[in-house]
Nanobody, 115 residues
Framework: QVHLVESGGGLVQAGGSLRLSCAAS????????MSWHRQDPVQGRELVAL???????NYADSVKGRFTISRDNANNTIYLQMHSLKPEDTAVYYC?????????WGQGTQVTISS
């Protein structure tokens, strides 16, 4: 059984920073990628940032230059460092691990940016 647990969400003012963490437990084999997604009632769920096993990354245009995805392979932990936060970044943020056979999602953490 694989569990992903996000943490680090909260309420911050526009221009502030947050660091999200996603700790994975259980047996996870043949990871292809790790990623962060977010969902709000209007936009639906969208990809925010992704990191492949080889280390290459992709970002949504809306967060490029502000967000950084990283990982700690030894501890199966994914991070999302967020700077210069905007009210439109408000959403529930989910981490995801994609393996050769399965996709695992966390339960989400709320990020709220006040203007």
């Amino acid at each position: 059984q694989v569990h992903l647990v996000e943490s680090g969400g909260g309420l911050v003012q526009a221009g502030g920073s947050l660091r999200l963490s996603c700790a994975a437990s259980g047996s996870i084999f043949r990871i292809n990628s790790m990623s962060w997604h977010r969902q709000d009632p209007v936009q639906g769920r969208e990809l925010v940032a992704l990191i492949f096993t080889g280390g290459s990354t992709n970002y949504a245009d809306s967060v490029k230059g502000r967000f950084t995805i990283s990982r700690d392979n030894a501890n199966n932990t994914i991070y999302l460092q967020m700077h210069s936060l905007k009210p439109e970044d408000t959403a529930v943020y989910y981490c995801k691990i994609t393996t050769a056979r399965y996709v695992h999602w966390g339960q989400g953490t709320q990020v709220t940016i006040s203007s």
